[in-house]
C-alpha cells in the first residue's frame, strides 16, 4: 500500500450611495448564456435572497461585495470610485402558456475605494402579487470593467406560508442570510411579515439523503424526507434566537396544514467548503463501484484511504493525483454553491452533471428550465442536458434532469476517464 500522504488541508477557492430605480416595460429574456455556473468567468459575485413583505408586494435583498469591483479616479470628483449597475426583469410564469413581463428595473451605485472591503446590502422593491409564481433574471454590470454576473431566481407567492415569506437574520447583528445554511452553534432569528402566530413548529430529518440516479437510469427517484426524525413546538415572537442542535434539514411552519414552510439547512461548521478527509470520501460514489465506496468508507484511516485511491488513478503520480483532488473537489464545492436545495449541491441532478463533465459552456434558459450545452468536435455537435424546474415545500432550487438511456455512454466515458487519472473532457 503506497502512503504518501497528499492532502494536507483541501482549500476549495473563495469566492469572495443609488440612484432612483428606472421602470421599464420590456420583453421576457431567455436565449444561451455562457459562463454561467464557471466562476472564472466574471470577477462579481453578488447574493441574492426575496422576501415577501405584504401580499402584493416584495423586495430583492443584494449583497455586493465591493472589493471585486475596478476602482478609478476617472470621474469629476477624481475620487477613487467604482460603480455597479443591477438591473432586474420579473417574468410571471404562472401560467406557462402566457408567460408576461410583470416588473423591470435598474438601479445604480458608486463605492468609494477606501470602503471597498464592507459588504454592501440593498433592498431593491419588487411588483409581486400573492398567488403568483414568478423567474426573476438579476444583471450585476461592474460599469468601469465592463463586467457582469447574471442571476436567475425563483419568485413564488402561491401562498402565505412559502420559503420565501420568512427572513432568516443573524442574531445579533440582524445581517440577513443569503442562503439557508447555518452552523449548529450560530443563533438565529426568522422574521414573518406580521405578529399573527405565537407558535413555531419545527419538523426534523436527520436521514442521509440519497445519491441522484445516473443521467440514463430511468428507475423511479428514492422517497426523502417522507417522515421526520423528530417534531417540536415552541414559542415564537421575531425576536427568539433559535440554534441547530444537529446535522440535517429543519423544516419551520406556522401552519403544519399546508407542506410550505422555512427550511433551514445545517450542513456541518464547513458547508459549502470540503475540508476534511472524511468529507473528500461521499463524493467518491460518482467515480467507483458501490463495494469499492463502502470499503473506502470503512477504511479506519480517511485521509490515507482518499489519498490511495487518487494515487491509485495515476500509477502513484503525486502530481496528476492533486491537479485531480484540485478539479475534482473545487467542482464538489461549487455544485454546494450552486445548487443547495434540502440536499447538499453535490448530490443533486445539476451537481452530478457538473462534477463528472465540469461547467456547462453555455446554458440555455427558457422559463422554468435549463438546458445546459457542452459542445464537441469543434462544435460541430453538442451534448445537452434538461433540467425541469420542480416545486418542492423545502426549496426553490429543485431542478430534476431529464434522463435519458442515450446518455449511457457518455456517463460511462466520463466515469472511465476520470478512473484512467485524467479531467474528463469531451472532445
Request: proline content about 5%; glycine content about 6%.
Amino acid at each position: 500500500m503506497v502512503r504518501y500522504y497528499i492532502f494536507s488541508l483541501m482549500t476549495a477557492l473563495t469566492l469572495l450611495g443609488c440612484s432612483a430605480p428606472q421602470r421599464n416595460v420590456v420583453r421576457p429574456q431567455t436565449g444561451t448564456k455562457s459562463g454561467m455556473y464557471n466562476p472564472g468567468s466574471t470577477r462579481l459575485h453578488p447574493a441574492y435572497t426575496v422576501y415577501h413583505n405584504s401580499l402584493n408586494s416584495s423586495v430583492l435583498m443584494a449583497k455586493i461585495f465591493p472589493v471585486e469591483l475596478l476602482f478609478s479616479d476617472a470621474n469629476a470628483e477624481r475620487k477613487m470610485l467604482a460603480k455597479l449597475r443591477i438591473s432586474f426583469q420579473m417574468t410571471d410564469i404562472t401560467d406557462k402558456n402566457s408567460v408576461v413581463m410583470a416588473d423591470s428595473g435598474t438601479y445604480e451605485y458608486s463605492f468609494l475605494k477606501e470602503n471597498a472591503d464592507k459588504r454592501f446590502i440593498t433592498q431593491i422593491p419588487l411588483k409581486a402579487v400573492n398567488g403568483k409564481v414568478y423567474e426573476l433574471r438579476i444583471n450585476a454590470v461592474d460599469m468601469i470593467r465592463k463586467e457582469e454576473n447574471i442571476t436567475f431566481k425563483m419568485v413564488d407567492k402561491t401562498s402565505l406560508f412559502t420559503q420565501q415569506n420568512y427572513l432568516v437574520k443573524d442574531f445579533a447583528r440582524h445581517i440577513p442570510y443569503f442562503e439557508p445554511c447555518v452552523t449548529g452553534d450560530a443563533p438565529f432569528r426568522i422574521e414573518y411579515r406580521t405578529d399573527t402566530f405565537s407558535r413555531i413548529f419545527i419538523s426534523y430529518y436527520g436521514q442521509e439523503s440519497p445519491l441522484p440516479r445516473p443521467s440514463f437510469s430511468l428507475a423511479r427517484e428514492l422517497e426523502f424526507m417522507e417522515k421526520p426524525d423528530s417534531m417540536w413546538i415552541l414559542k415564537y415572537q421575531k425576536s427568539t434566537p433559535f440554534q441547530l442542535g444537529y446535522e440535517g434539514v429543519f423544516h419551520f411552519q406556522f401552519d403544519t396544514t399546508v407542506r410550505e414552510g422555512l427550511t433551514v439547512l445545517n450542513f456541518g461548521p464547513d458547508y459549502p467548503r470540503i475540508k476534511q478527509p472524511e468529507q473528500m470520501i461521499e463524493p467518491l460514489a460518482y467515480l467507483t463501484s458501490s463495494g469499492e465506496y463502502e470499503k473506502i468508507k470503512k477504511a479506519g484511516n480517511p485521509k490515507l484511504a482518499v489519498d490511495n485511491f487518487w494515487l491509485g488513478l495515476t500509477d502513484n503520480n503525486m502530481d496528476r493525483a492533486r491537479e485531480l483532488i484540485r478539479v475534482y473537489y473545487n467542482r464538489v464545492y461549487f455544485a454546494n454553491y450552486y445548487f443547495t436545495t434540502f440536499k447538499p449541491g453535490w448530490k443533486t441532478d445539476r451537481g452530478m452533471i457538473y462534477i463528472i463533465y465540469g461547467p456547462p459552456e453555455a446554458v440555455a434558459r427558457t422559463h422554468g428550465s435549463e438546458k445546459w450545452i457542452y459542445y464537441k468536435n469543434n462544435f460541430a455537435t453538442t451534448l445537452t442536458f434538461t433540467f425541469e424546474y420542480k416545486s418542492s415545500p423545502y426549496t426553490l432550487n429543485n431542478y430534476i434532469l431529464l434522463r435519458s438511456e442515450g446518455y449511457d455512454g457518455y456517463w460511462r466515458q466520463a466515469v472511465d476517464t476520470w478512473r484512467n487519472g485524467s479531467v474528463f473532457m469531451l472532445e
